[in-house]
């Protein structure tokens, strides 16, 4: 339960969105992604490779995010679905759903949503809302 063999997040950063970027459009990634500006638009990886978001604190996305790893510091609007690890850091404000398979949060975090383990979407498909 508490094991320090946990999957991080690469440290590696391909691509960056500058603090004074505003993009309108859907992003398509691989590698390593820092966004400190704003996208309105989803954000997915590609390649069939793990990619890396990482959201700092002046950073703010409006759309969807599909990711392997994703390190949010600042505001998301709309759901976050990392298949293998997340991590909410202390200014991290997220409105809508997490779907996630670990999960780090941080004091100070707030999620405006459902935390979805993805371990459990076989049961989830069978119970009702």
Partial sequence: MFSRNR????SRIDTLIGAETTVDGDINFSGGLRVDGQIRGNVNEVGGKSGTLVLSEHGQIEGAITVSHAVINGA???PVNASTYVELQAK???TGDVRYKSLEMHMGSVVEGKLIYLGQAEAETVLPD
């Fill in 76 to 78: 998301v609007v709309g």
């Fill in 7 to 10: 999957q991080k997040p690469q």
């Fill in 92 to 94: 991290s404000r997220v």
